[in-house]
């Protein structure tokens, strides 16, 4: 799809290639994902956080224990070992699909 504004033309991102591209990113550097992208791939997967506001989201998991979902934001960037927790918790849920 295709907009048209001011004269000029913007492509309009298609959402699930947006998180593949975030997938991957997370996947080829954790240590370099912006805590946005990581916020919008865990709503994604996991729903809206069910702690936010404090220096932590929490999202809630279909199991108890690891790997958790809980990230934060550091200065715009999202912490290396909670993109790979993150990252587990969602193969651990596509495992788990039927």
């Known amino acids: 799809m295709v907009y048209l504004v001011s004269g000029s033309i913007i492509d309009t991102i298609d959402p ?3 998180l593949e591209k975030s997938l991957e990113q997370m996947r080829r550097e954790p240590a370099n ?3 946005s992208a990581l ?3 865990c709503e ?3 729903g809206k ?3 936010q506001g404090t220096s932590h989201a929490i999202f809630k998991t279909p ?3 690891d790997p ?3 990230i934060q934001n550091d200065k ?3 912490k290396a070992y909670q993109v790979r927790q993150v990252l587990l918790a969602i193969q651990k849920l596509e495992g788990s699909k039927p």
């Open 44 to 46: 994604t997967y996991f």
């Open 76 to 78: 715009g960037k999202a």
């Open 16 to 18: 699930m290639k947006s």
């Open 49 to 51: 956080p069910r702690q």
């Open 68 to 70: 958790r979902v809980n």
């Open 63 to 65: 199991w108890p224990g």
């Open 39 to 41: 916020m919008q791939v």
């Open 33 to 35: 994902v912006r805590f």
